[in-house]
Nanobody, 116 residues
């Protein structure tokens, strides 16, 4: 079992920045892809950003150029730097790791609210 603990959410004005952190209970991020998802009220959960073990990153179009995913292997932590936030970024953000390509682990979620 991998435990994921997220932090860094909060309330911010449009145009502001937040950095989300996700710390794993073991070295899961060293050997497996990691992702950030979000879910807004009444909407399906969507993949926001992902990173592979080789450092390849991918983003949903709506956040390209504003968000950046990164990992610190020594700290077992994955980050999501979010800049120029917009009200439509408001959601609960979830950290995810896929172990051995089939086992999904999720964090508890952290609320991000962007006011206009």
């Amino acid at each position: 079992q991998v435990q994921l603990v997220e932090s860094g959410g909060g309330l911010v004005q449009a145009g502001g920045s937040l950095r989300l952190s996700c710390t794993a209970s073991d070295s899961a991020f060293r050997f497996n892809p990691a992702n950030w998802y979000r879910q807004a009220p009444g909407k399906q959960r969507e993949l926001v950003a992902g990173t592979t073990t080789s450092g390849y990153t991918t983003y949903v179009d709506s956040v390209k150029g504003r968000f950046a995913i990164s990992r610190d292997i020594a700290k077992n932590t994955v980050y999501l730097q979010m800049n120029n936030l917009k009200p439509e970024d408001t959601a609960v953000y979830y950290c995810n790791v896929v172990v051995r390509g089939v086992i999904n682990y999720w964090g508890q979620g952290t609320q991000v609210t962007v006011s206009s």
